[in-house]
């Protein structure tokens, strides 16, 4: 099942935050984000997995509310090269299958 | 990480032909997945390939129509058959080792007509 994301798109300004959520209606074992520029493959920027654990590449934070089977991906102080269409991927097993969301475009202007 | 190549890159193709897209790893993976992406939306599983047995896959999609190979842990085939405009769409492949994430290749632009 589709998990759900929001907001749809966001404009930010250099050095602005923005808050990009993620919900499932299922129980998730991982949930992982991904940056996709246009013509682009979709590029890892992090997994958290159930239990808490954390990895990711970027300085890019993000958490996961297993109780609420929410994540929610953190842009701080955004740079230009923040902007892309960011996408959940969430599966409920360690097979990693991954459903995706809708995605959700961020556009940074200086 | 991995790093994933995809051939080719890109393609037209006319109607009710077949055309197959290979993706490979520079180094032995666990999980190795094809997923379709139309312009502008989100990325749809269409099956896991599975190291010496047959592909899983999601509902909605059939090994007639999609049928995969993975003959080893860096090499898997995807092949779309008989195909027709409503095939026409963004083909990729993604793999990843056990207890961590999946790495996407480049990519696979399909138009059919």
């Known amino acids: 099942q589709q998990p759900v994301q929001s907001p749809q798109a966001v404009i930010l300004r250099e050095g602005e935050d923005a808050v990009i959520n993620c919900s499932s209606s299922?129980?998730?074992?991982?949930v992982h984000w991904y940056r996709q520029k246009h013509g682009e493959a979709p590029v890892f920027l992090m997994i958290?997995?159930?239990?808490?654990e954390q990895k990711g590449h970027e300085k890019i934070s993000a958490s996961f509310n297993e109780k609420k089977q929410q994540s929610s991906l953190y842009l701080t102080a955004s740079q230009l090269s923040y902007s892309g269409t960011y996408f959940c991927g969430t599966s409920r097993s360690n097979d990693y299958k991954l459903s995706f969301g809708a995605g959700t475009t961020v556009t940074v202007r200086a | 990480s991995a790093v994933i190549s995809q051939k080719p890159s890109r393609d037209i193709c006319q109607r009710g032909t077949s055309l197959t897209i290979q993706c490979q790893v520079d180094?032995?993976?666990?999980?190795m997945f094809w997923y379709r992406q139309q312009p502008g939306q989100s990325l749809t599983l269409i099956a896991t390939?599975?190291?010496?047995?047959?592909?899983?896959?999601e509902s909605g999609f059939v090994i007639d129509k999609f049928p995969i190979s993975r003959p080893n842990l860096t090499f898997s085939t995807l092949t779309v058959s008989n195909m027709s405009p409503e095939d026409s769409s963004i083909y990729l492949c993604?793999?990843?080792?056990?207890?961590?994430?999946?790495?996407f290749g480049p990519g696979t632009r399909l138009l059919v007509l």
């Open positions: 958290l997995l159930k239990g808490g």
């Open positions: 299922k129980a998730l074992y991982s």
């Open positions: 993604s793999a990843g080792r056990a207890g961590e994430t999946q790495y």
């Open positions: 390939a599975n190291q010496g047995s047959e592909a899983t896959y």
């Open positions: 180094s032995q993976v666990t999980m």
